[in-house]
T-cell receptor, first 118, second 116 residues
Framework: AQKITQTQPGMFVQEKEAVTLDCTYD???????LFWYKQPSSGEMIFLIY??????QNATEGRYSLNFQKARKSANLVISASQLGDSAMYFC???????????????FGSGTQLTVLP | DAGVIQSPRHEVTEMGQEVTLRCKPI?????LFWYRQTMMRGLELLIY????????DSGMPEDRFSAKMPNASFSTLKIQPSEPRDSAVYFC??????????????FGPGTRLTVL
């Protein structure tokens, strides 16, 4: 089974509008972290936002916010006031468990290609 | 801070040749990850190290792939012999070891490998 599912291969949004990119995850581990990365056409991977499984509030970073619905196992990324520079591939990722002192790898979804229209 | 440094940025080689990709993690980070990205398979973890020790190499495709981390500031990923299906972008990422906090992985710019 897929651990991270991004069901939207491509999304379009008008400049200055808000957009939500979907991400659902599957884990039986009570401790996990969810990440969103942006990959523009230049290819680099840029960290955007993080949500821990025990965090009580949804994470926010500037125009990025994470709509975390734990019971539904979803961690959707919301981008407010879209800009042309937001056009990129967006990846949702999960890190499971992690005892203190042990780094764990990220499992990535297949990504959503966002295009912001002028 | 220079970020994660990878070299070369682009590599074109012929089938059967040895390829060595290099990575310098961010100073102070003690976890290092090698990923491969292709259109068909997306981003896949190949191997990761904690404190220079390989922890999980289950993602390494086959014996043709090997990775080393001789010290905290350098890692290599070697493919010998290379095959056309190895063509991909290879990313190196680093992070702090402890996972109780938000310790995102910082990615390098990637090496675009083309095997003819």
């Amino acid at each position: 089974a897929q651990k991270i599912t991004q069901t939207q291969p491509g999304m379009f949004v008008q400049e200055k509008e808000a957009v939500t990119l979907d991400c659902t995850y599957d884990t039986s581990d009570p401790s996990y972290g969810l990440f969103w990365y942006k990959q523009p056409s230049s290819g680099e991977m840029i960290f955007l936002i993080y949500q821990g499984s025990y965090d009580q509030q949804n994470a926010t970073e500037g125009r990025y916010s994470l709509n975390f619905q734990k019971a539904r196992k979803s961690a959707n990324l919301v981008i407010s006031a879209s800009q042309l520079g937001d056009s990129a591939m967006y990846f949702c990722a999960m890190r499971e468990g992690g005892s203190s002192g042990s780094a764990r790898q990220l499992t990535f979804g297949s990504g959503t290609q966002l295009t912001v229209l002028p | 801070d220079a970020g994660v440094i990878q070299s070369p940025r682009h590599e074109v080689t012929e089938m059967g040749q040895e390829v060595t990709l290099r990575c310098k993690p961010i100073s102070g980070h003690n976890s290092l990850f090698w990923y491969r990205q292709t259109m068909m398979r997306g981003l896949e973890l190949l191997i990761y190290f904690n404190n220079n020790v390989p922890i999980d190499d289950s993602g390494m495709p086959e014996d043709r792939f090997s990775a080393k981390m001789p010290n905290a500031s350098f890692s290599t990923l070697k493919i010998q012999p290379s095959e056309p299906r190895d063509s991909a972008v290879y990313f190196c990422a680093s992070s702090f070891r402890w996972t109780s906090e938000n310790n995102e992985q910082f990615f390098g710019p990637g090496t675009r490998l083309t095997v003819l």
